[in-house]
């Protein structure tokens, strides 16, 4: 991480919690014998250009783009966005300073050390942990949106999960 000014870091918090998005995105592959694998991503997305430039400015890493609308009446967005190692390491920087999203940040940590450094030396088992983060995390943004005590709305928008899914979830 570029900076390690402890106002930044506050702010950039304050950003993800607010603005951000943590997430693990289950990515096609066809070139594998495996047809999918797990990334872990962090973004913050915003109609604000300077948001997304001062994300990339504090951090040193990531990218920035533009996201135009296709929506008529909307404005454009403009998005910085990081992932894998990078993302991990600098949600372990940002951890004391998140509220709202740091059940989501240790969440993504821990998916991030079960990555191994090349896809071949991952196993099955490696692949259904993987895939029992993915629904975590969803699981905790739904938990995140409303509180845990609005279980109407939790049980009216659960992820549907195969059996095997829930059984390693429970272990978790």
């Not at 533009?66 to 949600?91: C, F, M, V």
């Not at 999203?101 to 099955?124: C, G, P, V, Y």
Request: net charge positive; with cysteine; glycine share 6%.
């Amino acid at each position: 991480m570029k900076s390690k000014n402890i106002v930044d870091l506050a702010w950039l918090a304050g950003i993800i919690d607010g603005e951000g998005s943590i997430f693990v995105m289950k990515q096609s592959r066809k070139d594998r014998d495996r047809m999918f694998n797990y990334i872990l991503r962090m973004s913050v997305q915003s109609t604000d250009r300077i948001m997304a430039f001062e994300c990339m400015k504090i951090t040193g890493e990531g990218a920035t783009m533009d996201a135009p609308t296709k929506k008529e009446n909307r404005s454009n967005t403009y998005k910085w966005q990081i992932s894998g190692r990078k993302a991990a390491h600098l949600l372990e920087e940002l951890l004391p300073f998140l509220r709202v999203k740091k059940d989501q940040a240790e969440a993504a940590i821990l998916f991030q050390s079960t990555t191994k450094k090349h896809w071949r030396n991952m196993t099955s088992d490696d692949y259904q942990t993987q895939e029992n983060f993915y629904y975590r995390l969803k699981e905790l943004k739904i938990l995140g949106k409303i509180g845990k005590d609005s279980l109407g709305y939790v049980s009216a928008n659960t992820i549907n999960k195969s059996e095997s899914d829930i059984r390693i979830l429970e272990e978790i």
